[in-house]
Structure formats: structure tokens, C-alpha cells
């Protein structure tokens, strides 16, 4: 995942994904997309996780962890996630070499408890933080 951000007071979500990621058209297919939220803890499990982006990701029961599935759309996720989202995909637009998707929240699940999460700080963010002289607070 290259984007991905959150409209809270319309309940909407935008993700940004390269054409070469193999579950793109996958989940332009279903129209559906899960996102959760990962106790820092976890970090290196999400990376290595997101190594297979252009390969075929392993299957479920050979995860070094136990998943279980999102109430609605049945989809797998690691039992230690402190939460997640499950958003349908509206519309898409093709930006060259990424897709954009835009999509609407349609259920949320809050696991446990825990303010450290692993956090994704896109470089432009960074840059805008720093053209206001602001540093960019972590926590």
C-alpha cells in the first residue's frame, strides 16, 4: 500500500496501490478492502507480510500466527490486529503507475485496547511538516 488515509467526517477512505501489486485487481474485483490498525509490537510481521506484494501472498495456514475472519466480509486478519475496518471501494482512478481507490466505511470492529501502533509517515508528509518548521511529532 503506497496511500492510505482516512476522511473520518465522511466515514470514506482513499488507498493508492501500483498497477504491479497482485491483489489490486483482486480487490477492485470484490469492491472490498479491510484496514487495521497494528500494535507496533508487530511491525516486522506487517513488512514481511507486505514483501509479497507482487507474488502471491502464503496462505493462511502457513502464517507463522493464527488469523481469524472480519464479521462482514469474512476476511482473514491477524488475531493480535487492535482493530479494523472493512471498506467497500466506490470509485477508481487510474494515476499512470498507481490506482487510486475510494471507498466507503461499512463496518469497524475495536479488538483491544493500545495506543502504540504502527504508524506508516509518508515522505510528503515529512516534507510538508518541515516547510511549516513543524516537526513531525511521533505518538
Aim: charged content about 20%; overall charge neutral.
Amino acid at each position: 500500500m503506497d496511500l492510505l488515509g482516512e476522511v473520518q467526517a465522511q466515514n470514506k477512505y482513499v488507498f493508492g496501490l501500483r498497477h504491479t501489486n497482485r491483489t489490486l485487481q483482486r480487490i477492485i474485483a470484490t469492491g472490498r478492502i479491510v484496514v487495521s490498525e497494528v500494535p507496533a509490537a508487530y511491525e516486522d510481521a506487517v513488512y514481511k507480510l507486505g514483501k509479497h506484494h507482487s507474488s502471491s501472498p502464503p496462505a493462511p495456514g502457513e502464517l507463522p500466527f493464527e488469523v481469524k475472519c472480519t464479521g462482514n466480509f469474512g476476511y482473514y486478519y491477524p488475531a493480535w490486529v487492535q482493530g479494523y475496518k472493512e471498506v467497500r471501494i466506490q470509485k477508481t482512478f487510474d494515476m499512470g503507475s498507481h490506482m487510486l481507490l475510494w471507498g466507503q466505511l461499512e463496518g469497524e470492529e475495536k479488538i483491544s485496547e493500545g495506543n502504540e501502533h504502527a504508524y506508516l509517515v509518508h515522505f510528503l508528509q515529512y516534507l510538508h511538516m518541515k516547510g511549516k518548521d513543524k516537526p513531525y511529532a511521533l505518538g
